[in-house]
C-alpha cells in the first residue's frame, strides 16, 4: 500500500470562494473536525492577509495535534515572517508558498522573467527554511506552465531546500491524460523528486478535478489537496471526500492509503455546509442527500434482491445515522450530555445549559428529534463565540393571507441592549421580513441571494436558511436553523449583519502583521 498524505484547504482555498466567510471560533471547529477526518496537513489560512487571518492560523496551529497545520505565504519575506509567528506553535510547522509559472501567469500578472522567477522563488525557499523544517512550494498554474521551465524551477527550488512540491491546475484546465502526464514528465526529469512529496492540487472548472486528481496519483503524486464538498473559488477544488472514498472503494486499482477516517465523512461535510452557508446539490457523490436513494422500481427491486446489485457505497461507510432516532421529548440533561460527548462535542457547562435549553424548546414541537437535529444544535452552541454585542431576534409574527398585503412584525435586540420593534410589508412573507429587519438593523443592508432547504428528511424537519447580503458595503453570508423557514429566515438575516459586526470589531482590535 502506497501512502497518499490528505492535504486540505478546506478553511484557505475553500474560504476563498465567493460569499464565504467564516470567523475564527467556526475555522477552529472546522479545523478540529478535519483532525477528527484524518486530514494529514490542513491549510488553516493565510496568516499575512489580515489580523483575523493571523488570529484563526495561531489558534489552530496551537489547538491542532495530530495533523499538521500549514498557512499560505506570497514569495516574499514579510508574508514567510508573519506565517512562521502564526504557525511556530504548532507540532511540525509548515508553511505553504507559491509562485506562479506559466508563461501568461509571469508575463501578465509578475510582470517578471522566467529568470527572475526562479530566483525569487529560490530565495523564498532559503528564506523559508531558516524558519520552517517543512516547506511546501507550488508552481502556480503549473498545469499550463512549459514542462522543461518547470522541470528547471523544480530543482533549483529543491536544492533551496523545499519539502514538497505541489503542482496546481489552478484553471481546471488540464485533462487527466494532461496532468497525469506532468507528474511523470517531472519524475523522469528532476533527479531528486523521490526525496520530496509531491504533490497534486485540481480545481474544477471543467469538472474534471477528481479524475485528475486520480491521474497524478497513478502517476506517482504521494499527496493530494482538495477540500470538504469541493468548495473553493469558482467551480471549486477537488472534494476530498469523494478522492477518500474512490481510493478506497477502488483499492485494488489504486492501492494506496491515506490514514482518514471515511466513518466522519458524513459528519465533516454536514459541518462545512452548515457552517459556510454552501449548500450540498441534492445528487452529489458520496455526500449529496440522494447519494443513497434509490428511485426507479428496477433499481428498488434490484436492491431489495441484493443491495451489491446498485449500491457501491453504503451510508454507513461514510458514517450517515443520520435518520436514528437518538432523543425524545423526555430525555434528561444526562443523556443529552451523554449523547452529544458520545458524538465528539466538548461543551463547556454553560454551553451545554444552553444547548439542552434549545434541545428542550425543539423537543416541545418536533416528534422525533434525530442526529442531525443534535448536530446542527450543539455545533451553533459550541461556535457561539461573542466577542463584540450583537442584534438578537426577540420575535417574529408575519400575517399573510393570498388575498392581504403581507406584513411582518420584528422585535430584536440592538447589540446596545435597547430592544427595538418594527414593522413593514412586503409582495410575500420573507420580502415583509427582510423589509422589516432592514429598519431594525443599524447599518445599509441588500439582499443579493436566498436559499432555504431542510436539515434532514420528513415533514417536521428543521428549516435551514442561508441569507447572502451587503452590510455596510461588505458582503456576507448568515444562516440559522428554526423548526419554521420564515423565523430561520429572520435569524439567517441577523446573523449575516452580526457577522459584518464581528468582522468590523476585529478589525479596530490591534494589529499583529
Ligand atoms: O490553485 C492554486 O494554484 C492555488 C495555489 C495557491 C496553490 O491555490
Ligand atoms: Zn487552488
Known amino acids: 500500500m502506497r501512502k497518499i498524505d490528505i492535504f486540505d484547504t478546506t478553511l484557505r482555498d475553500g474560504e476563498q470562494s465567493a460569499g464565504i466567510n467564516l470567523n475564527t471560533a467556526e475555522k477552529i471547529e472546522i479545523a478540529r473536525q478535519l483532525e477528527r477526518f484524518g486530514a494529514t496537513i490542513i491549510e488553516s489560512g493565510f496568516p499575512a492577509a489580515s489580523p483575523g487571518d493571523f488570529d484563526a492560523v495561531q489558534r489552530i496551529a496551537n489547538t491542532v495535534k495530530n495533523s499538521i497545520v500549514t498557512g499560505l505565504a506570497r514569495s516574499v519575506e514579510k508574508d514567510i515572517s508573519t506565517a512562521w509567528e502564526a504557525l511556530k506553535g504548532g507540532e511540525q510547522p509548515h508553511v505553504h508558498i507559491f509562485l506562479a509559472t506559466s508563461p501568461i501567469h509571469m508575463e501578465h500578472k509578475l510582470m517578471k522573467t522566467p529568470d527572475q522567477v526562479v530566483e525569487i522563488a529560490v530565495e523564498s525557499v532559503k528564506y523559508a527554511r531558516k524558519y520552517f523544517p517543512l516547506v511546501q512550494w507550488s508552481a502556480e498554474d503549473a498545469s499550463r506552465s512549459d514542462p522543461e521551465f518547470l522541470a528547471h524551477i523544480i530543482r533549483k527550488v529543491i536544492a533551496a531546500g523545499a519539502t514538497t512540491i505541489n503542482l496546481p491546475d489552478t484553471v481546471g484546465y488540464a485533462t487527466p491524460e494532461e496532468y497525469g502526464a506532468m507528474f511523470r514528465y517531472i519524475q523522469e526529469n528532476v533527479v531528486g523528486i523521490e526525496n520530496v512529496k509531491l504533490s497534486a492540487h485540481c480545481h474544477n472548472d471543467l469538472g474534471m478535478a477528481t479524475a485528475n486528481t486520480l491521474a497524478a496519483i497513478e502517476n506517482g503524486a504521494t499527496q493530494v489537496e482538495g477540500t470538504i464538498n469541493g468548495i473553493g473559488e469558482r467551480a471549486g477544488n477537488v472534494a476530498l471526500e469523494?478522492?477518500?472514498?474512490?481510493?478506497?472503494?477502488?483499492?485494488?486499482?489504486?492501492?494506496?492509503?491515506?490514514?482518514?477516517?471515511?466513518?466522519?465523512?458524513?459528519?465533516?461535510?454536514?459541518?462545512?455546509?452548515?457552517?459556510?452557508?454552501?449548500?450540498?446539490?441534492?445528487?452529489?457523490?458520496?455526500?449529496?442527500?440522494?447519494?443513497?436513494?434509490?428511485?426507479?422500481?428496477?433499481?428498488?427491486?434490484?436492491?431489495?434482491?441484493?443491495?451489491?446489485?446498485?449500491?457501491?457505497?453504503?451510508?454507513?461507510?461514510?458514517?450517515?445515522?443520520?435518520?436514528?432516532?437518538?432523543?425524545?421529548?423526555?430525555?434528561?440533561?444526562?443523556?443529552?450530555?451523554?449523547?452529544?460527548?458520545?458524538?465528539?462535542?466538548?461543551?463547556?457547562?454553560?454551553?451545554?445549559?444552553?444547548?439542552?435549553?434549545?434541545?428542550?424548546?425543539?423537543?416541545?414541537?418536533?416528534?422525533?428529534?434525530?442526529?442531525?437535529?443534535?448536530?446542527?444544535?450543539?455545533?451553533?452552541?459550541?461556535?457561539?463565540?461573542?466577542?463584540?454585542?450583537?442584534?438578537?431576534?426577540?420575535?417574529?409574527?408575519?400575517?399573510?393571507?393570498?388575498?392581504?398585503?403581507?406584513?411582518?412584525?420584528?422585535?430584536?435586540?440592538?447589540?446596545?441592549?435597547?430592544?427595538?420593534?418594527?414593522?413593514?410589508?412586503?409582495?410575500?412573507?420573507?420580502?415583509?421580513?427582510?423589509?422589516?429587519?432592514?429598519?431594525?438593523?443599524?447599518?445599509?443592508?441588500?439582499?443579493?441571494?436566498?436559499?432555504?432547504?431542510?436539515?434532514?428528511?420528513?415533514?417536521?424537519?428543521?428549516?435551514?436558511?442561508?441569507?447572502?447580503?451587503?452590510?455596510?458595503?461588505?458582503?456576507?453570508?448568515?444562516?440559522?436553523?428554526?423548526?419554521?423557514?420564515?423565523?430561520?429566515?429572520?435569524?439567517?438575516?441577523?446573523?449575516?449583519?452580526n457577522r459584518q459586526l464581528v468582522k468590523e470589531g476585529q478589525k479596530t482590535k490591534t494589529a499583529v502583521v
Open 242 to 497: 469523494e478522492i477518500a472514498v474512490a481510493l478506497h472503494i477502488r483499492n485494488k486499482i489504486y492501492q494506496t492509503e491515506t490514514g482518514i477516517q471515511l466513518k466522519e465523512i458524513k459528519r465533516t461535510s454536514q459541518l462545512v455546509s452548515q457552517l459556510t452557508g454552501s449548500l450540498i446539490q441534492p445528487n452529489k457523490a458520496v455526500v449529496g442527500k440522494n447519494a443513497f436513494a434509490h428511485e426507479s422500481g428496477i433499481h428498488q427491486d434490484g436492491m431489495l434482491k441484493n443491495p451489491l446489485t446498485y449500491e457501491i457505497i453504503t451510508p454507513e461507510l461514510i458514517g450517515d445515522a443520520s435518520t436514528e432516532l437518538v432523543l425524545g421529548k423526555h430525555s434528561g440533561r444526562h443523556a443529552f450530555k451523554d449523547r452529544a460527548v458520545k458524538m465528539g462535542f466538548e461543551l463547556t457547562d454553560e454551553k451545554l445549559n444552553k444547548a439542552f435549553a434549545e434541545f428542550k424548546k425543539l423537543a416541545d414541537s418536533k416528534k422525533e428529534i434525530v442526529e442531525d437535529d443534535l448536530f446542527v444544535l450543539l455545533t451553533d452552541q459550541q461556535i457561539n463565540e461573542k466577542e463584540v454585542a450583537v442584534y438578537e431576534l426577540e420575535s417574529v409574527q408575519v400575517h399573510y393571507g393570498s388575498v392581504n398585503i403581507p406584513t411582518a412584525t420584528v422585535s430584536a435586540t440592538h447589540p446596545n441592549g435597547e430592544l427595538v420593534t418594527e414593522a413593514a410589508t412586503g409582495a410575500g412573507s420573507v420580502e415583509a421580513i427582510f423589509n422589516t429587519l432592514e429598519r431594525v438593523v443599524a447599518g445599509e443592508a441588500h439582499i443579493l441571494d436566498y436559499r432555504v432547504t431542510s436539515i434532514g428528511k420528513g415533514r417536521d424537519a428543521l428549516g435551514e436558511a442561508v441569507v447572502n447580503m451587503t452590510y455596510n458595503g461588505e458582503v456576507v453570508t448568515g444562516r440559522d436553523v428554526a423548526q419554521d423557514v420564515l423565523e430561520a429566515t429572520a435569524k439567517a438575516y441577523l446573523n449575516a449583519v
